[in-house]
């Protein structure tokens, strides 16, 4: 699974679009959610539309948090189509979001 983004930079409370694809046709995405790392912010649930044939979309957004940026991590919850079952995988990277656009990199 990889996933991407439409923005270069993820700002608190302003919506970004998210894109997830499955090349295996093993794998169906059912579900998920992201939460945050470095401090609880609670759990924003992913609607996933499918995008073309290996891909899906979800649109979401964070909401603002009293620290420049933060971490996040996805979940998401597969179907395994060979073995008829739902397993939970999650994503083996975390994101950082930003407050706003004072506290981006200094590169940008």
Not at 14 to 21: G, I, K
Not at 40 to 46: A, C, D, E, S, V
Not at 91 to 104: C, D, E, P, Q
Request: include cysteine.
């Amino acid at each position: 699974m990889n996933i991407q983004f439409n923005v270069r930079y993820l700002i608190a409370e302003a919506p970004f679009e998210l894109y997830v694809s499955v090349p295996n046709e093993r794998y169906t995405i059912k579900r998920g959610y992201m939460e945050g790392v470095d401090m609880f912010m609670g759990k924003i649930p992913l609607f996933f539309d499918a995008h073309t044939a290996e891909e899906v979309i979800a649109e979401s957004m964070f909401g603002s948090c009293s620290q420049d940026k933060m971490q996040w991590r996805i979940w998401l919850e597969v179907i395994d189509k060979e073995l008829g079952e739902t397993v939970v995988q999650t994503v083996s990277f975390t994101i950082t979001s930003y407050r706003g656009m004072k506290a981006l990199p200094a590169s940008s």
